[in-house]
């Protein structure tokens, strides 16, 4: 049946005919319905999966996260396309509406990448300096340049946030309008955020223990994004200065998310469908990580004295380990150990 949720006064799907011309790639799955208005919507599944620990569930909650995560970025500012969670066929699905113009298409960012690179060159995961080198030399994207680095840098940040582990070369792109006007996509893809493969289970107990909510928060997850063949942390990146549009877009994007954060509450806790658990647990990462990587972040990047161990790690292409958190736990489980506790506890209480 897949995934479970309080399904009660979400939208059945069922009445809604099939798109047969629905093309939609990526590597859940995927069908096409089209909605009463004879739009097109992507329709997406939960998919079985087998755990991986005993915190993991047995249906990646893939769908929830696209929902949820699209609601938030949408209500930070973000343009992002838009989606509506409901039943087909007595499953949970989420589905989206497809948002390429008449007689325009989506150029996935990959597409881009195989015009200047050979194929064995291209990993899924993008690299930095080949994204800025397809930027500066592309000749649909290059004179817009400096707009399309500031709108990657900004999406990099909201996804901070909601902890997407997955915005690889397929999940950005660009729309070519029918006069090959060129602009950027609303986000999409959405799915691999907010920690889709843990159970509910699993997220109780994540919240009962601060080392593992700041496992979530200093290991993983990374960012999809490689600099010396190494996939870099949100935090290491953003606060070590090295790409000066980066730096520009923390310190114009964090106070929109900080001042954001209660409606984003809001929104959470009036999901009707999410259980208590979910809604806190959703609630207290999302402000864990706002507290522990883009406040930080933005404070180095605001007053320019950036991290110099994370600039190294970025630089040398050192990831940060499970050797490294365990040296920090040691030494700050008292004071950021105590302070996790009391973000869990001031947000559960806002309920």
């Not at 915190?55 to 343009?79: C, F, R």
């Not at 300096?129 to 004179?143: G, H, N, R």
């Not at 958190?325 to 869990?344: N, T, V």
Request: aromatic content about 12%; proline content about 5%; overall charge negative.
């Amino acid at each position: 049946m897949g995934l479970k949720l309080g399904i009660e006064g979400l939208r059945s799907f069922d009445g809604w005919p099939r798109d047969l011309r629905a093309n939609y790639g990526g590597s859940d799955r995927k069908d096409g319905l089209l909605g009463p208005d004879n739009s097109r919507y992507m329709v997406k599944y939960s998919e079985k999966q087998a755990p991986r620990n005993d915190l993991a569930t047995n249906y990646v909650n893939n769908v929830v996260s696209e929902y949820v995560s699209s609601h938030v970025l949408g209500i930070l500012g973000y343009p992002v396309h838009d989606t509506e969670l409901g039943t087909l066929d007595g499953e949970v699905v989420v589905v989206c509406r497809n948002f390429v113009p008449p007689c325009g298409e989506l150029l996935e960012f990959g597409i881009f990448l195989r015009k200047h690179y050979d194929s064995g060159a291209i990993g899924r995961i993008p690299d930095i300096e080949q994204i800025y080198e397809v930027f500066e030399m592309d000749p649909m994207l290059s004179p817009q340049e400096g707009l399309f680095k500031s709108a990657y840098w900004e999406r990099f940040v909201g996804d901070a946030l909601v902890g997407n582990f997955d915005r690889h070369k397929g999940n950005f792109g660009y729309l070519i309008g029918p006069d090959d006007s060129v602009t950027v996509s609303p986000i999409y893809d959405n799915g691999s955020t907010l920690f889709p493969n843990l159970s509910e289970s699993g997220m109780a107990a994540v919240l009962t223990d601060s080392k593992e909510i700041m496992q979530r928060i200093k290991l993983y997850p990374k960012a999809a994004l490689e600099m010396h063949k190494k996939k870099v942390g949100y935090y290491d990146m953003m606060s070590s200065g090295i790409y000066s549009e980066l730096t520009s877009a923390v310190v114009r994007m964090v106070p929109r998310i900080r001042n954001a954060m209660p409606a984003v509450r809001e929104f959470i806790n009036g999901c009707n469908f999410l259980s208590d658990v979910r809604k806190d647990f959703y609630n207290v990462m999302l402000a864990e990580r706002m507290h522990f990587i883009l406040e930080p972040a933005y404070e180095k990047c605001a007053m320019r004295q950036f991290d110099l161990g994370a600039q190294k790690r970025v630089e040398d292409g050192a990831e940060y380990t499970r050797e490294d958190f365990g040296a920090y736990w040691e030494y700050g489980r008292l004071a950021d150990g105590r302070d996790a506790d009391e973000i869990r506890e001031s947000v559960v209480k806002l309920k």
